[in-house]
């Protein structure tokens, strides 16, 4: 499957992008600074300064009624090179923020950043989250890292990954309750959430993603809201920083106990 105007992303990708990297070029990686304190590795000519600016500049994934607070257990499913993860570990200290990422390259980024910003607290997983466990393959359209899921795409490169589940995830770390849930993967939220067992659901106090919409698919936004209302959650949906709907397929979903 494919992402609405997957391509126009691609092509953002190779021809702007460069340009927020003007002084950078003919290096890998260079180092940006997210706030007075916390830095971050990213790969130059890529998304990842979009990355981390959309989550510390424009703050998607925050809501004033559901701030992080102190000792908060956190998950970032899909967590890219760490731009939430490690906002996540700042502001939960002496919390714990559980970070799950299946890209390898974007993975290597996150462990540098979790050292880089001296996060104990930040526990990062070479691992993709799926609605089953085991051995799958991943697809990196574009080798873009922002790009990565689980989904078919034939033409793009891929790797193996292990993958659990969002149960596997609460068992295996002794989670009892999940104070904030982020996720962002690229379509497997259909089948994360669909098969996730309501114990586990009932143990997130809030949840926030964004979600994808493909071409030829018929799924959309629209069952994973009725989804999460089966399941006892107020939801809203949200449009991003851009008229993400419009030229990604892609949008905010808000959803919390009350």
């Known amino acids: ?39 971050f590795k990213a790969r130059v000519n890529t998304s990842d300064i979009l990355v981390v600016w959309e989550i510390w500049r424009a703050k998607i994934y925050d809501d004033p009624k559901f701030p992080i607070r102190a000792g908060d257990a956190v998950l970032d499913i899909g967590a890219h090179i760490g731009g939430f993860a490690v906002r996540a570990a700042q502001l939960a200290a002496p919390g714990n923020v559980y970070a799950y990422e299946a890209s390898r390259s974007n993975f290597d ?17 070479h691992t993709a989250v799926s609605d089953s466990r085991g051995e799958m393959e991943f697809f990196l359209p574009g080798d873009n890292g922002a790009l990565g899921s689980l989904l078919q795409d034939a033409n793009s490169p891929r790797e193996r990954v292990r993958a659990v589940t969002l149960a596997d995830i609460l068992s295996e ?3 009892e309750q999940v104070d904030c849930l982020k996720m962002d993967v690229e379509g497997a939220e259909y089948g994360i959430l669909a098969n996730c067992p309501r114990e586990t659901l009932e143990k997130i106090r809030y949840m926030v993603m964004e979600y994808h919409e ?45």
């Open 1 to 39: 499957m494919r992402l609405k105007n997957q391509r126009f992303f691609l092509w953002f990708n190779k021809l702007v992008f460069p340009l927020f990297y003007l002084f950078h070029q003919g290096k890998p990686v260079t180092i940006i600074k997210a706030d007075h304190k916390t830095r």
């Open 109 to 125: 980024m996150l462990a540098e950043n979790k050292a880089l910003n001296n996060l104990e607290n930040l526990h990062a997983h």
């Open 173 to 175: 770390n002794n989670i």
């Open 214 to 258: 493909f071409v030829d698919d018929p799924r959309s936004h629209r069952e994973l809201v009725r989804l999460l209302v089966s399941h006892g959650f107020r939801v809203v949906v949200e449009g991003g920083i851009f008229p993400q709907k419009i030229l990604f397929g892609t949008g905010i979903i808000k959803a919390w106990r009350e």
